[in-house]
């Protein structure tokens, strides 16, 4: 029985159906997620590509200021389209650092060390395919070098506050006093703006989201019917999480598994799936989350309309 089976059939048999939001990445996710990246609406990536192209040299003279060789891993580099600056920057301050980018998506890896090999040959990549934390685990099992972790993306925003500050501990562990951290995070502002960010016109939240329906369709013999569940984003300007469901349009039974692994799954219209959150921050709890998980927030680096942070700590 596969982790991904098992955690489908908890989430979908649980009172308030789930389902996590790191199956969204498989080869068409990561495609529709790239094409994301470059709609008008999806201002987070251009706000973060903005302040690494504009700040890396910043970034790296800090860094310099601290190590002269180190471990740069990555958690969740998708396509590394925003830290090739960074990297090129570490370069030249001539850090020595080999570069290991952690991602469940095998495809991502694949994708990154064909890349690197073309763009910057000079560079050392080791890619980790896996979960965040069981991979910085097999990380420091290779090398135990100082560390510069990136978390770039707004990917902690993918996890409420608990969940967030658990996450942060948990990274904090793997790390030495005076490692850092940089991590990518979305700034309260506009709701409407946030919200335009999870329904963009194109439609490419939506396929991005269902697309996790027909991945279930095709790795675990489901039967999704993708035409029967409608994309329904939500934006709570106070908790300041941004949640996406997937609302059944009928009632309707769906199964799931092949054999004796198959199950039932009873929906009754506009019954919702939680398919994910993205959580906002403002500054101050952004800070608050640094302190309560053991780091020292030393730099927040913003974009010209401060929609995006990427904050500096260390440990
Ligand atoms: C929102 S994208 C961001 C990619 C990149 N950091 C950026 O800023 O452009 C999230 C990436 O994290 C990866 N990911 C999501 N959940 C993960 C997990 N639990 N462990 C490892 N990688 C994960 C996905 O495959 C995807 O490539």
Known sequence: MSEFYRDVKAGLLAPLKSLPSKYFYDKIG???FQRLMHSDEYYLSRCELSILKTQSGDMSKIVAGHFRE???????AGDASKSVYLIRSLQEVGLDFNYYPIDISQNVINHLHKKFAETIPSLKIH??????LKMLGEQRSISRKPLLILFLGSNVGNMNRPQALDFCRQVNQFMQKGDLFLIGVDLKKNPHTILGAYNDQEGLTKAFNLNLLTRINMELGANFNIDK???FPLYDPVSGECRSYLVSTIDQIVSVGKKSEQFQV????????????????DISELNALAKDSGFK???HFFDNKKYFVDSLWQK
């Open 30 to 32: 990561d495609h529709l």
């Open 70 to 76: 180190l471990d740069l891993v990555e958690l969740g």
């Open 229 to 231: 569940y409608m994309h």
């Open 266 to 281: 009873h929906f009754k219209a506009y019954e919702p799936i939680h398919m994910e959150v993205s959580k906002k921050y």
């Open 127 to 132: 890619g980790l395919n896996g979960d965040y």
């Open 297 to 299: 927030s030393t730099k």
